[in-house]
DNA sequence: CATCCGTGCTAATAGGTATTATCACATGCG
DNA sequence: CGCATGTGATAATACCTATTAGCACGGATG
């Protein structure tokens, strides 16, 4: 038995195990015993919650206090393994983290146009949501990346700069912000043309002859809101009609914001001949409004809505109003992932897709009217 | 340098590795290679892809086949581990698959339900979705399932009974199906109780005077058209009154189909006072066709819808509806997993969660009628 | 006082994967 | 023919984690 340790004698003399400390990249079981004083075994114990194996509590806390100090992490062996290996089943899974999915229908769209464009390349998408909280979006994001995903889609469901969470860049993933971005364009990002957007419907009433046009808008704090209304009076620069601040009443995305609104706006000495809602709910309310002044949509007065709601197309009558272009984003957050495989981590510029206006019956020519 | 070794030796002594055939439960490298007849070393290259290492395609071949056959697997170390550890980060991540998603609000509520009661435990919730195809929703779940879920909860977006795909009966996890159920009742299941919804329905307009109700069916094909026509022929029965064939017309689900079953309903020589449509869209197209005849409701007839889509609320006048439980059923899985730890996997009853009834402005007394 | 446990941990080891240092073997070259 | 050289694997080993078999020790017991 003592021969064969012979037989591998010459090879061994180039060995150098372990020249001296080993700062390796990956925090072990054992670093972490070392740092609570106990033996690697107990931290595997106390780790996996091993039934049947008694510790003091006090070891126990000593370990976990220990494994979070040094931030272990569990080995996952298919981190970095790229998108599509040779190996059915292995296939490419991109995460998809957002704040909330239930709120409102843009996530699920988006994630529609990300299951879409990944399904062709046969990867799985994973979804998880952070619902904002600082304690659990971590978490959720650590579940995705510590299982190994080859890219990870990061979205908010407002429109908005945001401060990334510093685990954004230390992944060794491409990651994609939907609907956000940060300062700093370290990331690829994609938007909706919020401006182009409201600029789009203003000058679609413009091109109805109106010239006398309102606009009720969203929370002011929102970029969204900020953004529908420069579109709105850029149109209006364009189309050389002066603004007038009368007509700009605030809302606050709600119906009945837009109820109360369209009230004031009736008010006036000098009427609106159209009226554009920043968004559909603010467009049910003015609906409403206009209904109760005996007004009829679009002789008496165009409207248009913007975010293209479900409830948009059932109104009395259909709602002129624009898309946001949530599926696109989704797609686009996917082709950017099989184009450059991740360009040395530069500056990217943010991307805004269109939001088209997609055209029903609540806009009408103004010559019926008084011009 | 000899002398340690004999330290070692006495333990050496009991070493016995390897005793014979090992049939463990995994599938190792060392499997694959012997099975493609090379090193372990070379398989691991192969399926790590390693850069810089050159092997021959046909060698990488050999061991990608041997590893489908096999069925390798990465090692994944928190497959079996309890939905709670006590180290956060490591948290019970918990899978969630549903065939579609972005059709129709139900499942995002169901997620949305699921990971309300999720939350509180810390547990994070993963999406997936199938679209139920065959070839992808393999590849879904095992995204999930490979790389450690706790537990998974199994959803369709239609209410049915599902021939469980086999890997489920093969996971080690607990498994939960949500609107949906397999005939050998092997996994729990929650349903909502649409017999109960018909009839709860259905009985709200009986007990506004109504006699002759009228219902306009889904797709009959379909588990919930049946099972609401249950409970509206039951309601009925319940209060004596006779069934009449006549005032059940079938319709698909459409708002148009709604309204063309309205109009051969109001075509009868004795007109219904109410119907009942068995989902909202229906009930929008027989709004419609209502109107069209100068009917007003709820004073000439009365409507109930079911499913309490968003749009319910905003009809004129608001629709009475019924609330499927897509909520109440993502929580009443969750809540299954943190009760019994999976009890021997044996027969389990199916779970039906009631559909309760939101009373809006569509359903008036008979007494203005004649009666 | 010796014994006998339960308690709380550890040593040793099994069983996996990743990686490094070679190695056998054609193949071209002088 | 003798030798460098590139190619396609491998052996041996480094490093992980999980698990089994005890070990030390304090307190109850006889």
Same mark, same amino acid.
């Given at each position: 038995?003592?021969?064969?340790?012979?037989?591998?004698?010459?090879?061994?003399?180039?060995?150098?195990?372990?020249?001296?400390?080993?700062?390796?990249?990956?925090?072990?079981?054992?670093?972490?015993?070392?740092?609570?004083?106990?033996?690697?075994?107990?931290?595997?114990?106390?780790?996996?919650?091993?039934?049947?194996?008694?510790?003091?509590?006090?070891?126990?806390?000593?370990?976990?206090?220990?494994?979070?100090?040094?931030?272990?992490?569990?080995?996952?062996?298919?981190?970095?393994?790229?998108?599509?290996?040779?190996?059915?089943?292995?296939?490419? #899974? !991109?995460?998809?983290?957002?704040?909330?999915?239930?709120?409102?229908?843009? @996530? %699920? /769209?988006?994630? +529609?146009? *990300?299951?879409?464009?990944?399904?062709?390349?046969?990867?799985?998408?994973?979804?998880?949501?952070?619902?904002?909280?600082?304690?659990?979006?971590?978490?959720?994001?650590?579940?995705?990346?510590?299982?190994?995903?080859?890219?990870?889609?990061?979205?908010?469901?407002?429109?908005?700069?945001?401060?990334?969470?510093?685990?954004?860049?230390?992944?060794?993933?491409? #990651? !994609?912000?939907?609907?956000?971005?940060?300062?700093?364009?370290?990331?690829? @990002? %994609? /938007?909706?043309? +919020?401006? *182009?957007?409201?600029?789009?419907?203003?000058?679609?009433?413009?091109?109805?002859?109106?010239?006398?046009?309102?606009?009720?808008?969203?929370?002011?704090?929102?970029?969204?809101?900020?953004?529908?209304?420069?579109?709105?009076?850029?149109?209006?620069?364009?189309?050389?009609?002066?603004?007038?601040?009368?007509?700009?009443?605030?809302?606050?995305?709600?119906?009945?914001?837009?109820?109360?609104?369209?009230?004031?706006?009736?008010?006036?000495?000098?009427?609106?001949?159209?009226?554009?809602?920043?968004?559909?709910?603010?467009?049910?309310?003015?609906?409403?409004?206009?209904?109760?002044?005996?007004?009829?949509?679009?002789?008496?007065?165009?409207?248009?809505?913007?975010?293209?709601?479900?409830?948009?197309?059932?109104?009395?009558?259909?709602?002129?109003?624009?898309?946001?272009?949530?599926?696109?984003?989704?797609?686009?957050?996917?082709?950017?992932?099989?184009?450059?495989?991740?360009?040395?981590?530069?500056?990217?510029?943010?991307?805004?897709?269109?939001?088209?206006?997609?055209?029903?019956?609540?806009?009408?020519?103004?010559?019926?009217?008084?011009?």
């Amino acid at each position: 038995m003592s021969e064969p340790t012979e037989l591998r004698d010459p090879p061994q003399a180039s060995r150098r195990r372990k020249p001296a400390a080993k700062p390796k990249g990956r925090v072990t079981m054992t670093d972490i015993a070392r740092a609570a004083g106990c033996s690697q075994a107990t931290v595997s114990f106390v780790l996996n919650n091993s039934p049947g194996i008694r510790l003091s509590q006090q070891t126990r806390e000593r370990v976990i206090e220990a494994a979070r100090a040094l931030g272990y992490s569990p080995p996952v062996f298919s981190a970095l393994r790229p998108a599509i290996t040779p190996f059915e089943g292995l296939d490419g #899974v !991109i995460g998809f983290v957002v704040d909330q999915l239930a709120t409102s229908p843009e @996530a %699920v /769209v988006a994630i +529609e146009g *990300a299951r879409q464009a990944s399904w062709n390349a046969g990867n799985v998408l994973l979804v998880a949501q952070t619902m904002g909280d600082a304690v659990m979006e971590p978490r959720a994001v650590q579940a995705l990346t510590r299982r190994g995903i080859s890219a990870l889609i990061y979205m908010t469901i407002f429109t908005r700069e945001i401060a990334a969470p510093d685990f954004l860049y230390s992944l060794e993933i491409p #990651v !994609i912000l939907l609907n956000c971005y940060t300062a700093d364009y370290a990331f690829p @990002a %994609v /938007v909706p043309s +919020e401006i *182009a957007g409201g600029q789009s419907a203003t000058r679609h009433l413009i091109g109805h002859g109106h010239r006398r046009i309102a606009t009720i808008t969203g929370e002011p704090w929102m970029q969204a809101a900020q953004d529908r209304l420069k579109g709105y009076r850029r149109a209006l620069a364009t189309a050389d009609i002066p603004f007038d601040p009368e007509l700009v009443v605030e809302g606050d995305w709600s119906a009945s914001a837009g109820y109360a609104a369209t009230v004031k706006l009736l008010g006036l000495k000098e009427r609106p001949t159209a009226i554009f809602c920043q968004n559909d709910r603010t467009a049910i309310g003015c609906y409403e409004a206009l209904k109760e002044a005996g007004l009829h949509i679009p002789q008496d007065i165009s409207v248009v809505g913007y975010d293209d709601e479900e409830i948009a197309r059932h109104l009395f009558p259909p709602l002129t109003t624009s898309i946001l272009p949530h599926l696109a984003m989704g797609q686009w957050a996917i082709e950017q992932l099989e184009t450059p495989p991740t360009p040395g981590r530069g500056r990217y510029p943010i991307t805004k897709l269109e939001c088209p206006l997609v055209e029903r019956e609540s806009v009408g020519a103004v010559s019926t009217q008084l011009r």
